[in-house]
């Protein structure tokens, strides 16, 4: 689904965020990006969304050369994408529903069909019955679960999420993972920058270790290895 070649991403100014950075991620796959902060996982992310070009290799995704896509097509390519922030990036002056619609009113999608997906991401991080409200007004854990439900309306192959759980508590942390086990249940193909170790240990998925750009580890969790 997403595959790696020797990537090397180098910053205006000369700092090389990544260095030869060579993996799969299969169709269907969840996995945890982790290591210190500045190691260089939200520019990994920001490769994927082509914000960030490469100083050498390339990354394929979906069999595509992502280096290739014209400019006039990278809005379609990135649409395929949901990414899920940190600090949510939502939208204060509208509804929760505006902004979980928001992906889809820019896809031109008829009211009736937006309304239909709307509701059902909703339903999926559990926040029907707060459709109307505004965002300011919920929680920071329900906040994050209104950037979800934004990232996944379009249904994408593929759903980023960098630090998601970083300004969470550790219970709500642990509820916002197990809403992206259930995405990935589902087939959705996932890569989840985290630091927060404590957590994603004590969950069974792959985990890609960055250190100052290099991937210096990728392990299956133990209870996966030789799964598959
Ligand atoms: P992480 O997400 O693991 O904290 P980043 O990908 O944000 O790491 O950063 C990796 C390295 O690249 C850091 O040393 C950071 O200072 C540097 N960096 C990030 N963004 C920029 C930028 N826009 N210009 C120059 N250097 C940057
Ligand atoms: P719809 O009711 O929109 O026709 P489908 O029957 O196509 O929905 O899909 C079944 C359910 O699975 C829907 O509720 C849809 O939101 C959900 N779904 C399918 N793929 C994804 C995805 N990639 N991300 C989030 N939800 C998805």
């Keep these: 689904m997403i595959r790696f070649d020797e990537v090397s991403q180098r910053y205006p100014g000369g700092h090389e965020a990544l260095k030869q950075v060579s993996f799969e991620l299969e169709r269907g796959e969840m996995a945890f990006l982790t290591g210190r902060s500045g190691a260089g ?6 490769c994927i969304m082509r914000t960030e070009s490469l100083s050498q290799g390339q990354i394929l995704v979906s069999g595509r050369n992502i280096q290739r896509i014209s400019d006039k097509q990278i809005p379609f390519y990135r649409r395929r994408i949901g990414v899920v922030f940190q600090d949510h990036q939502l939208l204060y002056d509208r509804s929760v529903y505006e902004n979980v619609a928001l992906p889809l009113r820019i896809d031109g999608y008829r009211e009736a069909d937006a309304a239909r997906r709307v509701r059902a991401a909703l339903d999926k991080v559990g926040l029907l019955s707060k459709e109307k409200m505004n965002p300011i007004a919920l929680s920071g854990g329900e906040q994050q679960r ?4 934004r990232a996944v309306v379009n249904r994408p192959q593929i759903l980023l999420a960098d630090e998601p759980t970083g300004n969470l508590d550790p219970e709500l942390a642990a509820d916002i993972m197990k809403l992206f086990e259930q995405f990935n249940q589902i087939g959705v193909s996932m890569l989840i920058a985290s630091h927060d170790l404590a957590l994603i240990t004590r969950l069974r998925h792959r985990m890609l270790t960055l250190d100052n750009g290099r991937l210096i580890r990728d392990e299956q969790h133990p209870s996966r290895q030789g799964a598959g």
């Design 41 to 46: 996982k939200s520019t990994l992310l920001k």
């Design 146 to 149: 209104v950037g979800i439900a």
